[in-house]
Each structure stands twice: as structure tokens, then as C-alpha cells.
Nanobody
Framework: VQLQASGGGLVQAGGSLRLSCAAP????????MTWFRQAPGKDRVFVAA????????YYADSVKGRFTISRDNAKNTVYLQMNYLKSEDTAVYYC???????????????????WGQGTQVTVSS
């Protein structure tokens, strides 16, 4: 099953972007959804998670207060609103379907069922 991430691009520091991740043909409403990112030469790291219903979220400290994860289960889509972007946010962003329902457990387990293809976010300073 493919996850289709979109919305990346080039933005100036302090700007905003909204990433989307769609799961056409698949119902993902039973699972937590997560966003990860991978900067050049670095490991892929967790960014944010949202539980199966959208009622609970969890964020990495580096993005807390600036990024917001949300989901629309009717559209099988998860979003990542990124505000006050910094140069250190530059990375390829990946969405993923967790094997868990809870956002917090999705974060601590790190278990992923399906990865999206990634979308590049570049923040210029």
C-alpha cells in the first residue's frame, strides 16, 4: 500500500508549509499515523504522531509548539502544519502508518507498518 506525501518545497526561515499524506485505497483510521524526517547525513528521526481517532498527539521536543499534526479519517489523510520553520528543519519528511493506535505508544515503539515516499522540505536562512 502506498502512502503519498506532498506539500514540501523551499521556504524562508520563519515561514510555513503544510504537508499532506494520503493513503488512497486503504483505510488507516484504525492506526496511529506518524511523521519522521531525515536530514542529509543523519538518521531518520521521529517528528510527530497522532492517534487513530485524532484526539491525541505527540511531538518531538524540537518541533513542539511549531508543528501541528492532524488527520481526516474520511479522506484517509494526515497533515503536518509546520510554522516558524528553521534551517534545521530542512530534511526529507516521511509519513508512516504505525502498528499502534496510541500516539505515545507509536512514538515509543517506533514500529511502522508502511512508509510514504518522502517529500523534501528546504528552509533557507
Amino acid at each position: 500500500v502506498q502512502l503519498q506525501a506532498s506539500g514540501g518545497g523551499l521556504v524562508q526561515a520563519g515561514g510555513s508549509l503544510r504537508l499532506s499524506c494520503a493513503a488512497p485505497g486503504r483505510t488507516v483510521s484504525s492506526y496511529a499515523m506518524t511523521w519522521f524526517r531525515q536530514a542529509p547525513g543523519k538518521d531518520r528521526v521521529f517528528v510527530a504522531a497522532i492517534n487513530w481517532s485524532g484526539s491525541s498527539t505527540y511531538y518531538a521536543d524540537s518541533v513542539k509548539g511549531r508543528f501541528t499534526i492532524s488527520r481526516d479519517n474520511a479522506k484517509n489523510t494526515v497533515y503536518l502544519q509546520m510554522n516558524y520553520l528553521k534551517s534545521e528543519d530542512t530534511a526529507v519528511y516521511y509519513c508512516a502508518v504505525s502498528t499502534k493506535k496510541s500516539a505515545v505508544i507509536a512514538y515509543y515503539s517506533g514500529e511502522v507498518d508502511t512508509w510514504g515516499q518522502g517529500t523534501q522540505v528546504t528552509v533557507s536562512s
